[in-house]
């Protein structure tokens, strides 16, 4: 079979008796080329060539990884050194001392109500004080005298050149309760009423002194409390007493100005005295009448026995009118006869019931008063410590490796954070 030498060439072979060229070399292998869009063929004229990106050289990477590394090193390792180092070399141990206590109150029955089988002797916590006495421990005013009694400034600024744990010297009254807020904790359980304290410092004998002093002040505000309570409790009753005693005063003076006034101790003693003299010159009256009348009818008219009984009659008369004068006051009232007597015996019986009244509310007002006095010593309250102020013999802070164990995680998780951060951002490049 015959070949054409053009068809030949146009195939790309070789014509008969000439050397066949070399082939070209194959092109190297590209990645990430883009996905050619719909209607566009790979290759053919007007075909799109992609631009090509070009690798990612390993020098880069390997520059990356050493940063990383290096990230790691600076916010996780190096800082984590550093406070091993100060934990272990800086900071000073710290002692605690633990004090517990609850505010109990008394309520002892009185002396009848033991007679009668009815008393009740409780010890029985009160919530109210003890919550008062929570808030007290974390106060500035019991902060203040603590330091002025037994100068906390100076026991907590012991260790020098410690930035983190110690005290400044002239720390001001506001950091001196933040770090009170450290050094003291207060633990209280509502439902029991307990209240356990923990004081640290950077000796046993001062935690122990700081203790023991903030339980004495604590018992010294319970003590206050009580007597607040008690006074309270005393206060109205005896106000109350004194206006009995202010009342019933008056009306004895009241009564004592009448009868000063008039004369009398007693006007119903003289009211029977009075009348009994006045009955006996009525009956001596009607029997000069029966005389004079008996004269006139047997004697002349000018007969000097009528004279004579007529003037007796003129006095018994006389004596009457003065007697019944008596019965109407001393001048100071001017009813005539028995009406100014009546008007008197109706004052002094309202100043006499004045007097009962008074006498009978300063009675009672005394008794409520006793009673409260009474219900006032009974019922008492007191702080109860069941655990004494303790001392220490080994330093139990600060918490050497749980402190570092959790400065070592929260770097780690923000140097993890940043990492994921970084790649994040590049990916979306």
């Keep these: 079979m015959s070949s054409d030498p053009d068809q030949t060439s146009r195939a790309g072979l070789p014509h008969p008796g000439e050397k066949a060229a070399p082939?070209?070399?194959?092109?190297?292998?590209?990645?990430?080329?883009?996905?050619?869009?719909?209607?566009?063929?790979?290759?053919?004229?007007?075909?799109?060539?992609?631009?090509?990106?070009?690798?990612?050289?390993?020098?880069?990477?390997?520059?990356?990884?050493?940063?990383?590394?290096?990230?790691?090193?600076?916010?996780?390792?190096?800082?984590?050194?550093?406070?091993?180092?100060?934990?272990?070399?800086?900071?000073?141990?710290?002692?605690?001392?633990?004090?517990?206590?609850?505010?109990?109150?008394?309520?002892?029955?009185?002396?009848?109500?033991?007679?009668?089988?009815?008393?009740?002797?409780?010890?029985?916590?009160?919530?109210?004080?003890?919550?008062?006495?929570?808030?007290?421990?974390?106060?500035?005013?019991?902060?203040?005298?603590?330091?002025?009694?037994?100068?906390?400034?100076?026991?907590?600024?012991?260790?020098?050149?410690?930035?983190?744990?110690?005290?400044e010297p002239d720390a001001s009254i506001e950091e001196l309760m933040r770090y009170w807020d450290r050094m003291v904790r207060v633990s209280y359980g509502s439902g029991s009423g307990l209240i356990e304290v923990e004081v640290r410092a950077f000796t046993a004998d001062d935690a122990t002194t700081i203790a023991e002093r903030l339980f004495e002040k604590s018992s010294d505000m319970i003590n206050q409390l009580s007597a607040i309570a008690r006074e309270d409790g005393i206060r109205y009753t005896r106000e109350e007493l004194t206006k009995a005693e202010d009342r019933l005063r008056a009306a004895r003076e009241d009564l004592t100005r009448f009868r000063n006034l008039n004369q009398i101790v007693d006007p119903e003693l003289d009211l029977r005295s009075q009348a009994g003299l006045l009955g006996n010159l009525q009956a001596q009256k009607a029997e000069a009448l029966i005389e004079l009348d008996l004269l006139r009818g047997t004697a002349r008219p000018s007969d000097p026995r009528i004279e004579q009984a007529q003037r007796r009659l003129v006095v018994i008369d006389e004596r009457i009118s003065q007697e019944r004068r008596k019965l109407g006051g001393t001048g100071q009232l001017q009813q005539p006869d028995d009406e100014g007597f009546a008007n008197l015996i109706g004052a002094y019986e309202g100043l006499v019931v004045d007097r009962e009244f008074a006498q009978e509310a300063y009675i009672a007002a005394r008794a409520a008063h006793d009673s409260a006095i009474s219900e006032a010593r009974r019922k008492s309250r007191y702080l109860a410590a069941y655990m004494e102020p303790t001392r220490a013999e080994t330093a139990a802070y600060p918490k050497r490796l749980t402190l570092l164990s959790v400065a070592a995680l929260f770097l780690f998780l923000v140097w993890g954070i940043g990492v994921l951060i970084y790649y994040s951002i590049k990916d979306r490049r």
Excluded: C
């Design 23 to 167: 082939r070209p070399p194959k092109p190297a292998k590209v990645h990430n080329l883009p996905i050619p869009k719909r209607g566009e063929a790979q290759g053919g004229q007007g075909a799109r060539v992609p631009a090509l990106r070009p690798p990612v050289s390993s020098t880069f990477a390997r520059l990356r990884h050493f940063m990383i590394a290096l990230s790691f090193v600076l916010i996780v390792i190096v800082p984590t050194g550093g406070t091993a180092y100060y934990l272990w070399a800086v900071a000073v141990d710290q002692y605690a001392s633990s004090v517990g206590f609850s505010v109990r109150r008394e309520d002892a029955g009185s002396a009848t109500d033991v007679l009668s089988g009815l008393a009740v002797f409780s010890g029985t916590s009160s919530s109210t004080d003890t919550d008062i006495l929570y808030e007290y421990l974390q106060s500035q005013k019991l902060v203040s005298e603590m330091d002025a009694e037994i100068d906390l400034r100076a026991r907590w600024s012991k260790p020098e050149g410690d930035p983190v744990f110690a005290l």
